[in-house]
């Protein structure tokens, strides 16, 4: 997680930036870890197979 910038100026500057930021990563993550847990789901199937 990113960190909050404190300061008073740049806080609802900051925040937004942060906000889209976490998001992306978020949607990143997320379409990675789906994958892998199709990629493991696959493997392990294929083991169960042999």
Do not use: G
Not at 4 to 21: F, G, P, Q, W
């Amino acid at each position: 997680m990113v960190n909050y910038i404190s300061c008073r100026k740049d806080r609802n500057k900051s925040a937004k930036k942060v906000k889209t930021l976490q998001k992306r990563l978020y949607k990143k993550c997320l379409a990675c870890y789906t994958n892998k847990a199709n990629s493991l789901k696959l493997v392990f199937n294929s083991m169960k197979i042999k």
